[in-house]
């Protein structure tokens, strides 16, 4: 009798330990799917723009006051967090779908603020700062959403996923960086060869005429090579960039059509300063890092110490992990939700927001950083 009772006594601890194991899994599922709206903090900007488009006066640049003073004067007083998922963690997330949803929103939100601007402009009469503010504005979606969130889906394998890169970048009619940076930059980073690694000493305004016009170029050449390799005229449908172009020419003609020459125009500076935003953002990611060169032409393997990193909490958040650079240099493939800190990368001194208005002084930009890279090499 004893036995028995031992025997169901020793069957009710492995049950309760069963059920325990069974809920602490729960709580841990239900932790990480928590995890996943601290993402929704770039929504923010999105409900600023819409505001932005409707309204007249100092409200219009509320959002570009968010972005470029309360972001990085906050970050200054905030100590940023080089802290990792665990391994546990790391999996959970990496099969949570909320991560993607709030991609694939975004394409959708992208879209409906796109066309809010454009009828915005072409039915409200503006004075001179409230038609800037607003050109500023959505030149700001075309940054951080239109090439950014582009920029993370179109690093993905799902053709559908990279669709939706493209219809991004669309909106900044800058599809071709879809090729370039995928093809081009993540094989020649820092390294004299990629137009869109910064060298030491370049200064920023002559960093953005390099890497527009050599990173179209080299798009250009890379899908012309494609296109040989397959045996198939560089002057074909199937030639990506001739189905870019004629993507982003039929886009802006439709505008004209529905909205007029100068609400087009609108449009046009606003994507290009969603572009100089982006090549900002290239500029500050790689200054003055080299690859060591191991022969002719050949360099060795991209590493976390080729792209300088931040671990600021909020501008990670508003630019989906972006900043954590280093980790997505080394490991491309990692989705945003999962990108890691290393000890060995070099660290900015403050989150990408502020390093872009840094890097908008060159002086300044010199001061700090050119210190920052004789202290690694030391």
Not at 33 to 53: C, D, E, M, N, Q
Not at 139 to 149: A, E, K, R, T, Y
Not at 265 to 275: E, H, P, R
Not at 327 to 345: E, F, N, P, T
Request: hydrophobic share 45%.
């Amino acid at each position: 009798m004893k036995h028995i009772s031992l025997k169901r006594r020793q069957n009710t601890i492995t049950n309760a330990e069963k059920l325990i194991l069974f809920l602490s899994r729960i709580v841990k599922k239900i932790n990480v799917r928590t995890k996943a709206f601290k993402y929704l903090a770039p929504f923010i900007v999105f409900i600023g723009a819409w505001h932005s488009f409707s309204v007249t006066g100092w409200q219009i640049w509320l959002p570009l006051c968010w972005a470029w003073i309360i972001i990085p004067v906050t970050e200054l007083f905030i100590r940023p967090d080089p802290a990792n998922m665990s391994a546990a963690e790391e999996e959970l997330a990496k099969k949570d779908r909320i991560y993607d949803f709030l991609l694939y929103g975004i394409v959708i939100l992208q879209y409906v603020l796109l066309i809010k601007f454009m009828y915005a402009m072409s039915t409200d009469t503006l004075s001179l700062p409230d038609l800037v503010g607003r050109i500023w504005v959505m030149g700001l979606l075309c940054g951080v959403f239109g090439i950014n969130v582009g920029h993370e889906l179109g690093h993905r394998v799902n053709r559908t996923e990279q669709t939706l890169a493209k219809a991004l970048l669309l909106t900044s009619l800058y599809m071709h960086f879809f090729t370039e940076h995928n093809k081009g930059h993540h094989k020649r980073v820092a390294t004299p060869e990629d137009p869109s690694s910064a060298r030491y000493g370049e200064m920023i305004y002559l960093f953005y005429f390099r890497t527009i016009v050599f990173g179209y170029g080299s798009a250009w050449h890379i899908a012309n090579d494609e296109m040989r390799k397959k045996g198939i005229p560089v002057f074909s449908f199937r030639n990506e960039m001739i189905r870019f172009h004629l993507v982003e020419t039929t886009l802006v003609i439709a505008l004209f059509l529905f909205f007029g020459g100068w609400v087009t125009l609108y449009f046009l500076l606003a994507a290009g300063i969603g572009i100089l935003l982006l090549e900002t953002v290239n500029y500050i990611e790689h200054y003055g890092l080299q690859r060591r060169a191991t022969g002719e032409g050949s360099y060795e393997r991209a590493l976390p110490e080729h792209s300088w990193n931040s671990d600021h909490i909020i501008g990670r958040l508003m630019l989906f992990e972006l900043s954590r650079h280093s980790d997505h240099h080394y490991m491309a493939s990692r989705k945003y939700q999962v990108l890691r800190h290393h000890d060995h990368s070099p660290q900015m001194p403050t989150g990408y927001p502020g390093m872009m208005l840094l890097a908008l002084v060159p002086p300044l930009w010199f001061y700090v950083m050119n210190r920052k890279i004789k202290s690694l090499s030391s």
